[in-house]
């Protein structure tokens, strides 16, 4: 899908499913039902089980999966981020144990576990290292990112070494709210001194990073690797992508004159 090219000032990513992916076969396997899955649940339950009964794996399963579908239910409604730590309080609560600082402490223990696992399955296909010191050349980059774990996301970025192409960094954890929030995209506008209408937002997840940026006022690129359907009728995005290097294709006749003592009006 293609529009005519328009001067974009700044080029907005998503993260996961966008500028990096994630390897799940990385993480430790569980069998349950004959059926082998990856997943965080088994050093999880170890670790809990050394402070306190945890009950069986398969039931400290169930109850993780349930805790882990009821956050995304109520943030989906609610648009407000549920942090991972929230989740693993919400778990040991669920499953009784004392309302005290070990049971505190164990939950960021937790917490700080399940997200260095999931940190190692994370990676940058090729080609997306130099596409982002190509664009930084002349674009304004940002990254937004629906993240639970700020902390977590911040050191991905660093141990991929492309936190350096951005000017303005915010996962859904530091703000309160998840995409497509339009406070999120509000906020990373006025960090980068940017108009909406001088923003390309780019991203795969339809609600997210195509009806949320679209709303407020930016064009928006669809990474859709796959070839799906777009799921929706009334909202599309501008441009459609099989893969983030065609994104050079529809920028590269642009590049930015770059004057950051003047900072854009935003909209309220």
């Known amino acids: 899908m293609m529009v005519m090219m328009k001067h974009y000032k700044a080029i907005i990513f998503d993260l996961f499913g966008t500028l990096v992916d994630f390897d799940v076969t990385l993480l430790p396997p569980l069998k349950l039902n004959e059926e082998e899955i990856y997943c965080t649940t088994v050093p999880l339950f170890e670790t809990a089980s050394q402070i306190h009964h945890s009950g069986s794996l398969e039931a400290f399963h169930d109850t993780l999966q349930a805790i882990i579908q009821r956050s995304r239910d109520e943030k989906k ?64 980059l940002g990254l937004l990112s629906n993240f639970d774990d700020a902390d977590t996301g911040h050191r991905i970025l660093d141990e991929l070494e492309i936190n350096r192409f951005f000017e303005s960094i915010l996962f859904s954890e530091e703000a309160g709210w998840i995409k497509p929030n339009p406070d999120l995209y509000k906020v990373i506008l006025r960090k980068m001194h940017v108009r909406p209408e001088e923003t390309l937002f780019v991203g795969d997840t339809p609600e997210a990073d195509i009806f949320g940026p679209k709303q407020y006022g930016m064009d928006t690129a669809w990474i859709n690797p796959e070839g799906y359907p777009f799921p929706g009728d009334h909202i599309k995005p501008d441009y459609e992508l099989r893969h983030l290097s065609e994104l050079e294709s529809i920028v590269s006749a642009y590049r930015l004159t770059r004057d950051f003592d003047t900072p854009a009006k935003h909209q309220t």
Do not use: W
Request: charged share 30%; hydrophobic share 40%; glycine share 6%.
């Open 77 to 140: 409604i609610s648009l407000k981020e549920i942090s991972c730590l929230t989740r693993m309080r919400t778990l040991l609560e669920h499953l009784h144990f004392p309302e005290n600082e070990e049971t505190r402490e164990l939950a960021v223990r937790m917490k700080d576990l399940h997200m260095g696992l999931m940190k190692k399955c994370v990676f940058l296909p090729g080609g997306h290292l130099p596409l982002l010191e190509k664009l930084k050349t002349g674009f304004k």
